[in-house]
């Protein structure tokens, strides 16, 4: 084999990796998959596919060994191959943000920017959320939260604020959180707690981001 070959070899397997992600369903299904493993039944409702679709979809990932699977009885369970997937799909999108006007545009009108966390607020969020001196909540199902959730984030899935608004105390700052800067289920939590007369807000971190700026994640 020439030098040349080797190269092109080279190139062509790092290659898989970006064909592989050229989907925008395909890169859904791994921002699904970075809060915690599911079934192909449960990752198809999530992000809108029939189920043969989202087999074909997983099999192209799988085959470049961005997911694995596991049986649990009699269903498949899919997860991510690696913590390096989920930070993928985070500088994926963060290159985006930086350099595509269309995406920032996009995300403008589709709702408010939540705040982005650098390094120094992470540390100030989780310190203020250790003392109590603000509430956060992760609106995620619960199942997604048991995977993995920010430190001292209580669990309020968006479907159940509503019935328990009550447990949340209304003499201080609730910062709600879900799967990344595209989730909209901590716009629609905020949203409904501001309604409610409470100070709210949003963050852009989901875990996946809590991970990529090497910070620990609580489990329940």
């Given amino acids: 084999m020439t030098s040349r070959q080797t190269k092109d070899l080279l190139y062509e397997q790092v290659a898989r990796i970006g064909k592989a992600v050229s989907s925008p369903k395909r890169l859904e299904l791994l921002e699904i998959l970075a809060q915690g493993e599911k079934t192909v039944d449960m990752l198809a409702a999530e992000a809108g596919l029939s189920i043969k679709l989202a087999s074909a979809h997983l099999k192209v990932l799988k085959a470049a060994r961005l997911v694995e699977t596991q049986r649990d009885g009699r269903f498949i369970a899919y997860r991510l191959s690696g913590e390096d997937v989920s930070a993928l799909w985070v500088n994926l999108r963060t290159v985006a943000e930086e350099h595509l006007v269309e995406l920032k545009v996009a995300m403008d009108r589709i709702f408010a920017a939540p705040e982005k966390l650098d390094a120094e607020t992470r540390r100030s969020l989780m310190e203020k959320a250790r003392r109590g001196d603000v509430v956060v909540i ?3 199902p619960s199942a997604e939260y048991a995977s993995g959730h920010l430190p001292f984030a209580r669990s309020m899935p968006l479907d159940e604020i509503r019935q328990r608004i009550k447990e949340l105390p209304a003499d201080k700052d609730i910062v709600a959180y879900c799967r990344g800067p595209f989730c909209m289920m901590s716009a629609e939590a905020v949203a409904l707690l501001k309604a409610h007369g409470y100070r709210a807000q949003k963050i852009a971190d ?3 981001e809590w991970q990529a ?7 329940s």
Avoid: C, N, S
């Fill in 138 to 140: 992760d609106v995620r």
């Fill in 206 to 208: 989901g875990t996946p």
């Fill in 213 to 219: 700026a090497g910070l620990p994640l609580a489990e």
